[in-house]
């Protein structure tokens, strides 16, 4: 779904990308000078690595997002502190915005749901032995590496 920026007001346009496995919902408003605000969630599942094992696994996704939307070059210095996605054709491409918001959720550290669990009974196993023997609390990388 493309949509020209020129075309977006104050009054929020409702938008819906939607792909077998994930929605893409949200609204694009008009904020001030060449920005526009988008504020969407995105919500499905995504394939991605686990950080752990490097199997594939089903993420389950559920992210707000907002960010601006800059029609042409954004080189407002006062505002470093904002997102700001520059288009340079006068269009955004909400099904482009989506992707790279996926990607962005991927490159997350993410486990699946079994090694979830390994790390979950590791943390308590470490609990436990941290209160009973403190000095293993100085080797605990070396022992999780080691163990886990
Ligand atoms: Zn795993």
Redesign the pocket.
């Known amino acids: 779904m493309i949509v020209t920026l020129r075309k977006i007001t104050k009054t929020p346009l409702d938008f819906l990308v939607k792909s077998d496995e994930i929605t893409f919902k949200g609204y694009l408003e008009y904020h001030a000078g060449k920005l526009i605000l988008l504020k969407a969630d995105i919500n499905g599942s995504v394939s991605t690595e686990?950080?752990?094992?490097?199997?594939e696994?089903k993420l389950n996704v559920d992210e707000k997002v907002e960010f601006f939307i800059s029609d042409g070059l954004y080189e407002d210095e006062n505002n470093i502190d904002i997102d700001v996605v520059e288009s340079f054709n006068s269009t955004a491409d909400l099904d482009e915005l989506l992707l790279s918001e996926i990607e962005l959720i991927k490159s997350d550290y993410h486990?699946?749901?079994?090694?979830?669990k390994?790390l979950n009974k590791g943390n308590k196993l470490w609990q436990y032995l941290r209160d009973e023997y403190p000095i293993l609390a100085e080797r605990k990388e070396e022992l999780t590496t080691k163990l886990l």
């Open positions: 686990c950080s752990t094992c490097g199997e696994f486990s699946c749901n079994d090694c979830e390994k």
